[in-house]
């Protein structure tokens, strides 16, 4: 992700930043890559514990534990907070994946998540899903979550100006060779401007997810 493309990491963090208090305990971080969010989290847990798959593209130097989303190398009830954010479209399976994720929850721990929903294919050929709040609502209700809260990352006028900066990027490097760099800053300030005026948050970018595995089953 180009560096200037700045409104898309303000999003995420926001976002993050609303869900750290959430988080308690023994934390595990599923797709962990270089760990963007442990400053933000970490204040709030007793251990941050970071899982990459073995075939990972990105860094490695912070990597706790290698395996699988859809097989996590741990026992049952294990941890009090899982999160993963931006992993879950690149799973062959999420519902195994989620069924895993509660497994190693313990009762009354929480879930994290970010997914994208209007967003571009990415990390190919291993990306395979995009997610409405149903869908997330569905498939996290069947693993046996409860309390389920689904927030938009952002609404139309976000979503809009960072599909089009990334376009222009792409532009950029091609045969055109547009001179688009001077313009990126204004279209996304104009973008988030709107986006606060009047997000029209069924166009979301993604969402940010928060559930509960119950503390005694149903």
């Not at 097989?71 to 931006?86: E, M, N, R």
């Not at 100006?161 to 001077?182: D, I």
Request: with cysteine; aromatic share 10%; glycine share 10%.
């Amino acid at each position: 992700m180009a560096a200037h493309n700045w409104l898309i990491l303000r999003l995420n963090r926001k976002h993050v930043e609303r869900m750290a208090p959430l988080s308690k305990g023994a934390l595990l971080d599923v797709g962990c890559g270089e760990k963007p969010y442990e400053r933000l989290l970490g204040p709030y847990v007793d251990s941050y514990v970071g899982l990459e798959h073995p075939d990972t593209a990105h860094p490695r130097e912070g990597v706790d534990v290698w395996g699988s989303a859809d097989d996590l190398p741990f026992a049952d009830d294990s941890f009090d907070t899982v999160v993963s954010f931006h992993v879950l479209e690149h799973t062959e399976d999420p519902a195994r994946v989620l069924g895993e994720m509660a497994r190693v929850l313990r009762p009354g721990g929480r879930l994290l998540l970010a997914v994208p929903f209007i967003w571009g294919v990415h990390e190919a050929p291993r990306d395979f899903y995009r997610f409405t709040p149903y869908g997330l609502t569905h498939l996290l209700g069947q693993a046996g979550f409860r309390d389920i809260d689904v927030t938009p990352l952002c609404g139309y006028w976000a979503t809009a100006g960072l599909r089009l900066c990334y376009a222009l990027e792409r532009a950029a490097r091609g045969p055109l060779r547009l001179p688009v760099g001077a313009v990126f800053a204004a279209i996304q300030l104009v973008a988030w401007g709107l986006d606060r005026i009047d997000p029209l948050d069924a166009d979301a970018a993604g969402y940010s997810v928060s559930a509960v595995r119950p503390a005694t089953s149903s």
